[in-house]
T-cell receptor, first 113, second 117 residues
């Protein structure tokens, strides 16, 4: 059974720091990997989606990389801001329909001014 | 604006009572999903549907039921058989895969917090 682990569970940094969130998965036969953001008491917002054939995706200050063979992905946040404070979840899918989507428990990020 | 609407935002259930959570989307997505989120845990799939009048059980379907009579709507009923219903429930939708590598992201509603009285 696919298992997704996110390290660290919580992270507190001062504003302006570059930071890396880690995600690992046990079954490398994934279809895609997605990074989400969740604000307290809210739903999830998809940040970046990486197909299994891709190595990385970028959106603004966010960069996600995928090393499928080693079962790892990283989310890089450049020049962090207080507005980046949220929980970041990683999820992998074994097929195109999301019915096999497996989520990690998330990394809770706090960026202080 | 296109999106997913979940209601109510907060819901309380008495023992032995069935309650229904609403999920409506106007994104013209074929696939819809219900997830349960417990504090400090990842999301777990309850039910999903890829077409009207058809749905499949997810990992934790016991004590829940769904219907998909319209493309836009996918309500979830938490029955009295679900002995530990307190959780944050999230509805999501996505396009079906077309065979092309497109940006087929998963879109979420804002969630319903269910608590037991």
């Amino acid at each position: 059974k696919q298992e997704v682990t996110q390290i660290p569970a919580a992270l507190s940094v001062p504003e302006g720091e570059n930071l890396v969130l880690n995600c690992s998965f046990t079954d490398s036969a994934i279809y895609n990997l997605q990074w989400f953001r969740q604000d307290p008491g809210k739903g999830l917002t998809s940040l970046l989606l990486i197909q299994s054939s891709q190595r990385e995706q970028t959106s603004g200050r966010l960069n996600a990389s995928l090393d499928k063979s080693s079962g790892r992905s990283t989310l890089y946040i450049a020049a962090s801001q207080p507005g980046d404070s949220a929980t970041y979840l990683c999820a992998v899918s074994l097929d195109s329909g999301y019915s096999t989507l497996t989520f990690g428990k998330g990394t809770m990020l706090l960026v202080s001014p | 604006d296109g999106g997913i609407t979940q209601s109510p935002k907060y819901l309380f259930r008495k023992e032995g009572q069935n309650v229904t959570l609403s999920c409506e989307q106007n994104l013209n997505h074929d696939a819809m999903y219900w997830y349960r989120q417990d504090p400090g845990q990842g999301l777990r799939l309850i039910y999903y549907s890829q077409i009207v009048n058809d749905f499949q059980k997810g990992d934790i379907a016991e004590g829940y039921s769904v219907s998909r009579e319209k493309k836009e709507s996918f309500p979830l009923t938490v029955t009295s058989a679900q002995k530990n219903p307190t959780a944050f429930y999230l509805c999501a939708s996505s396009p079906l895969w077309t065979g092309e590598i497109t940006n087929e992201k998963l879109f979420f509603g804002s969630g319903t917090q269910l608590s037991v009285l």
